[in-house]
């Protein structure tokens, strides 16, 4: 969202301006604080002149997301441990 949005030369206080989100709602997205509604990804997406799917696309293909883990993954990280319990 940050790349689409800096390389239209627009500032988070203009996507305010067009989208009507918050500017530190904004922020929050950017630096991946708050997770976007489908309806906040059309806005964005239309603030920014791209299409929604391009921002999923972009977003699905950075370094810096990882899909939310399941509740065994989750577990398994905090002891540090890398396979379950009684595996083979």
């Known amino acids: 969202m940050r790349k689409a949005r800096l390389k239209k030369k627009i ?31 059309f806005r964005v997406a239309k ?18 997301f990882a899909f939310p883990m399941d509740e065994t993954a989750q577990a398994m990280k905090r002891k540090g441990s890398t396979s379950p319990k009684g595996g083979s």
């Open 47 to 64: 603030g920014v002149g791209v299409e929604p799917q391009t921002l999923i696309e972009r977003t699905k293909n950075s370094r810096f």
């Open 11 to 41: 500032s988070q206080m203009t996507l305010y301006k067009v989208t009507g989100l918050d500017r530190t709602f904004i922020s929050d997205l950017e630096r991946g604080i708050q997770g976007p509604s489908l309806r906040t990804i």
